[in-house]
């Protein structure tokens, strides 16, 4: 069983930066792949980030592409997202997902494991 941890949410105002970090216990976190997805009020869970399980690739959404970097260390089994320039549509409860493979992937579907959430909120 794995289980991951969020941390790093809060308020921040536009033009802001955060960095979310979400760690992993109950597997060996360089065996899977991770991602980082989010939910806004009223709409559907959307991919933020996917890095593979090495760091060696990586993946985003147009929505963040330039702003958000996802890596990793696998030492200290903690995948993390460092958000800049935040915008207002940026606010949404993030969550990071382990996905038993060593590539990442943009469809929730394919991971195994989710975190409980962290609140990103950016005013304007």
């Known amino acids: 069983q794995v289980q991951l941890v969020e941390s790093g949410g809060g308020l921040v105002q536009a033009g802001g930066s955060l960095r979310l970090s979400c760690a992993s216990s109950g597997r060996i976190f360089s065996e899977y792949a991770m991602g980082w997805f989010r939910q806004a009020p009223g709409k559907e869970r959307e991919f933020v980030a996917t890095?593979?399980?090495?760091?060696?690739?990586?993946d985003y959404a147009d929505a963040v592409m330039g702003r958000f970097t996802i890596s990793r260390d696998n030492a200290k089994n903690t995948v993390y997202l460092q958000m800049n320039n935040l915008k207002p549509e940026d606010t949404a409860v993030h969550y990071c997902?382990?996905?038993?493979?060593?590539?990442?992937?943009?469809?929730?579907?394919?991971?195994?494991?989710w975190g409980q959430g962290t609140q990103v909120t950016v005013s304007s």
């Open positions: 997902a382990g996905r038993s493979a060593y590539l990442g992937s943009r469809r929730e579907y394919d991971y195994n494991y």
């Open positions: 890095i593979s399980w090495n760091g060696g690739r990586t």
